[in-house]
């Protein structure tokens, strides 16, 4: 078992250090850093944002300020979602009311609602928060609703012959049957949350990852624009960690 | 006789059960009629042992449901306690071949869970809990969660679950169906054993014919759907009881002579 996790995990390693090889190598060939940075450049550089200042901050202000966005749109969104999908999934008249509404917001992406989100919520963290709530909402309430709709009749039914009333169903087996399923809602919308940072820091701002590449744009910094999407990336895989980290806590009881 | 003098605690008079569901495409769409339990009277008494015996196509788990309150009589009357019953009901326990475990809660989370929601406190409904864990001999398991238990330990904890919400009646469902023969044989010592030192009226529903034989005060045959009782057998042989002992095998040949064949 434990050598075959450490064989695992070498192989991960083994398949970015090749993935970097190829990138160096395709890049030496092309040699046109404009075009397509060699994959040193990029890490070094990446390195150097953290003690160089890029526009006000280092890279660590950047992740933190970015951070913070997504965590406060995430809190967002997953007090809705879960309001949402326990609601939907629970009572057929709130289904009826939400989920078609709910079906036609959906398909909007979080880059179409910049326009708005400004008129509405004007330049500041305001509308950011509203187009990364938008990115990652729809994942917790789908997943909830999901799993409030499939939890097992038959335990339901056991907690009535043991006695309880409809208010103690619902918060002694419904929702705590629907946690792996929110879980599983949290887990893609906390990817989704902070992948839409750059849409949501285009709208004005001087700081955060999302920034790092729009001003990358707008400049024609190539590495500035990697830079940024390096950091993405890394911060991404490590919040998707944590969020498994965390469900793995919260539901032992799951671990078959 | 003496089961005459015995007090009748639950009632089940001409109750019938029709599944009506529609079925078909728009414009040609007919209401579909299963007629599953027809007109079945009997009577549970207390503290006996009653087996609801039948073939795989009768319609035992329904009939229990209804006796339970978790499932509508189309038509008849279900008593219990002089009170006609129209939905669960805590006096009356019920044990799930599924077994239907809250698996997010321990187990002794589990057996504690009746005594909780009526509000026991805390002392008192764990001191309850302890006492049916170990009951079911379960001792020392009572921080595992249910993914961390066999077959058998699991529906140990479901019927410890039940006990400990002090029912009147414990309804049990075919509960060691899902068991292989070896830990279904165990269990079924077992629970005699549990019956023996905590009586109870019981009614329990099976398809094996040893398991009713095994258990039973009282044995109720069913026939095919639509379920009628097709007659009605007096056990009283002593407990423990032995697979191969010579009254318990021609008891065994006759009720098996007597039993609706199915496909």
Known sequence: ?256 | MERSVKESVLKVENVSKIFSREEGSFGQKKLVENHVIDQVTFDVYENEFLVIFGPGQSGKTTLLKMMAGLEKVTDGIIEFGQKKISGPNPQLGFVYQSIALFPWLTVMENVEFGPKVKGEGKVERREKAQHYIELVGLGGFEERYPAQLSGGMKQRVGIARAYANNPKILLMDEPFGALDAQTRYMMEAEIQKIWQKEKRTVVFVTNNIEEALFLADRIILLTNCPTKIKSEYHVSLPHPRSYVDKEFLKLRQEITNNMDRTL
Do not use: C
């Open chain 1, 1 to 256: 078992m434990k050598s075959e996790k450490k064989k695992n995990i070498i192989a991960t390693l083994l398949t970015i250090a090749g993935f970097l090889l190829v990138w160096q190598l395709v890049s030496m060939a092309v040699d046109n850093a404009a075009f397509l940075p060699k994959a040193s450049v990029i890490v070094l550089e990446f390195f150097k944002t953290f003690v160089n200042p890029v526009g006000k901050y280092t890279m660590t202000m950047h992740i933190l300020i970015s951070l913070y966005r997504v965590g406060v749109a995430f809190i967002l969104a997953t007090l809705v979602g879960i309001m949402m999908g326990v609601g939907m999934g629970y009572s057929k008249l709130v289904e009826a009311i939400l989920y078609p509404l709910f079906e036609i917001i959906r398909p909007i992406p979080p880059l179409a609602w910049i326009p708005m989100s400004i008129l509405w919520f004007g330049l500041g963290d305001a509308s950011k928060f509203f187009i990364i709530f938008l990115g990652s909402f729809s994942f917790i309430t789908l997943n909830t609703y999901d799993g409030t709709k499939n939890v097992d009749r038959e335990l339901i039914g056991a907690a009535r012959m043991l006695g309880a009333s409809e208010r103690q169903v619902f918060f002694k087996v419904v929702l705590p049957s629907s946690v792996p399923y929110i879980f599983a809602g949290l887990q893609i919308a906390v990817t989704a949350g902070w992948s839409s940072v750059v849409g949501a820091e285009m709208v004005r701002s001087d700081e955060g990852v999302g920034w790092l590449i729009v001003m990358g744009m707008n400049k024609g910094n190539t590495i500035q624009i990697m830079v940024g999407m390096l950091a993405i990336g890394i911060i991404g895989f490590l919040l998707a960690q944590l969020t498994t980290l965390v469900e793995r806590r919260l539901l032992a009881w799951n671990d078959q």
